[in-house]
C-alpha cells in the first residue's frame, strides 16, 4: 500500500521554474516506480515522467523537466524549469510496484493533484 500527497504548486509567469513534490508512504517506497502526470481543463491526463531504475519523459517536457528521487525522505521530485503556458494544469503523482511506463491506467497509487499555472 501506498499513499502519495503532492505540493509545490502554484502560479508563475512564463520562463521561471518550480518543483513539485510528491511524499509518499508506505513500507516499500523504494522499491516502486513512479510517475508524474498532467490534466489541462478540457483535455485528457496525460503522462509527464516517470523514474524507477531509468528515467522517461514526455516530448513535451524533455529537456525542461527533471524527476529525481530521495529515498531517504520518501520524496519523489519534479524539477520543472523553462515553464510554458501550455503546462498550466492539475499534476499528479503515481506510483506502481512494477510498471513504469506512460500509460495511465497501469499505475495503482495516485495522489490528489496540485495546481500549476503559467502565465504568458
Known amino acids: 500500500q501506498v499513499q502519495l500527497v503532492e505540493s509545490g504548486g502554484g502560479s508563475v509567469q512564463a520562463g521561471g521554474s518550480l518543483r513539485l513534490s510528491c511524499a509518499a508512504s508506505g513500507r516499500t517506497f523504494t522499491n516502486n516506480a513512479m510517475a508524474w502526470f498532467r490534466q489541462a481543463p478540457g483535455e485528457e491526463r496525460e503522462f509527464v515522467a516517470s523514474?524507477?531504475?531509468?528515467?522517461y519523459y514526455a516530448d513535451s517536457v524533455r529537456d525542461r523537466f527533471t524527476i529525481s528521487r530521495d529515498n531517504a525522505k520518501n520524496t519523489v521530485y519534479l524539477q520543472m524549469n523553462n515553464l510554458k503556458p501550455e503546462d498550466t494544469a492539475v499534476y499528479f503523482c503515481?506510483?506502481?510496484?512494477?510498471?513504469?511506463?506512460?500509460?495511465?491506467?497501469?499505475?495503482?497509487?495516485w495522489g490528489q493533484g496540485i495546481q500549476v499555472t503559467v502565465s504568458s
Open positions: 523514474i524507477r531504475w531509468s528515467t
Open positions: 503515481a506510483a506502481d510496484e512494477y510498471y513504469s511506463g506512460m500509460r495511465q491506467s497501469r499505475y495503482e497509487y
